[in-house]
């Protein structure tokens, strides 16, 4: 396959400087160096967050798949956001740059397969029994909080709550731990190993909730991953349609800038608006731009940019209710002085009045009856020199 330059190549971008130190206690063959710590081990949220994010991408011609960008983000950052708080997130994969602290570990070989990378990140979770883990594969650009918050309600007697489009996906899925734990070791007691191993062998113990689309659209949006460029292609196409757009940039603005802020765009969209039609069309980005600075010198929660919107909005509208309300003709600036609009001696009138061409015409008259004068008087005056010779 011919590489595409406008494609990331094989290698992933460089380890940030200066991470700390991997986590005490990390088990022996599963640590790929330095790792990061999202969150404390069990914090009180609800769930654990587990991204398998290695794979040979033959598919990409070898590029780093987790690495290439659908919105101008990563496709492993744009899953890391969605489980965003999650009580503690372990990648398996090899190292890069994310767009916040995880922790880092391999499947023991390296390049085992999804199960082997599946048992090392269970096996690097330091969370309760009871708490939810959520599984995913780090290719699934359209996965969403509210896909997250819908698999891991688990709750009645099932042990994982799975996507089904038709069929099962293993991963994207939540598992209650202990149970995927008795799962892992059983196969590996049957098979003396893990590597290379069908995924789906995971589920045949487990109870299951399967998840379709008809009863959670979010969930078969988010089912969508990313195989091939073609479905690189689909997806960054997805992202840019009319219905989603501002959402999906929204959403890139805030990732990029390390900002997470709910807002009513729809407030913003209207504010902008009447910022440029009753002001002037450049005041729409200013406006909103100073709203933001208004609602963060604030305390930056939704309601502060509310009311910031909603007060600059307000001024919108007196501002062009003014402009409407001025009469026609009236002055739109402060009269002249007397003095400075007076006539000069030698202009009774304006150029473009009545009296300015009465004035004209008469001036005319009087400059044709001199020339005829003058021309008289000249006539005479060459008589009188004909007598005279």
């Not at 997806?235 to 349609?241: D, K, L, M, T, V």
């Not at 929660?301 to 307000?314: F, H, N, T």
Request: proline fraction near 8%; aromatic fraction near 2%.
């Amino acid at each position: 396959m011919t590489h595409d330059p406008g494609r990331p190549s094989a290698a992933g971008p460089p380890d940030r400087p200066g991470d700390p130190p991997g986590w005490p206690g990390d088990p022996p063959g599963r640590s790929d160096g330095p790792s990061e710590r999202a969150g404390g081990e069990d914090d009180g949220r609800p769930y654990a967050a587990l991204v398998l994010a290695g794979g040979g991408a033959s598919r990409l011609g070898g590029a780093d798949k987790p690495a290439v960008t659908v919105g101008g983000r990563t496709l492993l950052d744009r899953v890391l956001g969605a489980c965003a708080d999650a009580a503690a997130t372990v990648v398996v994969g090899p190292r890069r740059a994310t767009c916040r602290p995880v922790r880092w570990v391999r499947e023991d070989p390296p390049g085992g397969g999804p199960l082997a990378a599946l048992d090392a990140g269970v096996c690097a979770l330091h969370a309760e029994p009871g708490v939810p883990v959520l599984v995913v594969s780090a290719d699934l650009p359209f996965l969403t909080r509210e896909t997250v918050d819908t698999l891991v309600a688990l709750d009645g007697e099932a042990e994982a709550a799975v996507a089904h489009d038709g069929r099962d996906q293993p991963l994207l899925a939540a598992y209650r731990l202990e149970p995927l734990r008795r799962e892992l070791a059983l196969l590996r007691t049957e098979y003396g190993h893990l590597s290379g191993l069908p995924l789906r062998l995971v589920l045949e113990g487990l109870r299951l909730r399967r998840v379709s689309a008809a009863s959670a659209p979010s969930v078969a949006a988010a089912a969508l991953d990313c195989d091939t460029w073609d479905d690189i292609a689909t997806a960054r196409a997805r992202i840019r349609e009319h219905d989603t757009v501002l959402d999906e940039w929204m959403g890139a603005v805030k990732a990029e800038l390390g900002i997470d802020v709910d807002v009513d765009t729809s407030a913003l969209l209207d504010l902008a608006r009447d910022a440029a039609h009753g002001v002037a069309r450049p005041a729409a980005p200013l406006t909103t731009f100073l709203v933001g600075y208004a609602a963060a010198r604030a305390d930056g929660s939704p309601e502060d940019v509310a009311r910031a919107a909603a007060r600059a909005g307000q001024l919108a509208r007196r501002w062009a209710d003014e402009a409407a309300d001025t009469p026609t003709g009236a002055p739109t600036s402060a009269p002249k002085s007397a003095s400075a609009t007076a006539p000069k001696s030698s202009e009774a009138t304006d150029a473009g009045s009545p009296g300015a061409a009465a004035a004209s015409d008469t001036a005319a008259t009087d400059n044709t009856t001199s020339d005829d004068t003058a021309t008289d008087n000249t006539a005479s005056d060459n008589a009188e020199n004909a007598d005279e010779r």
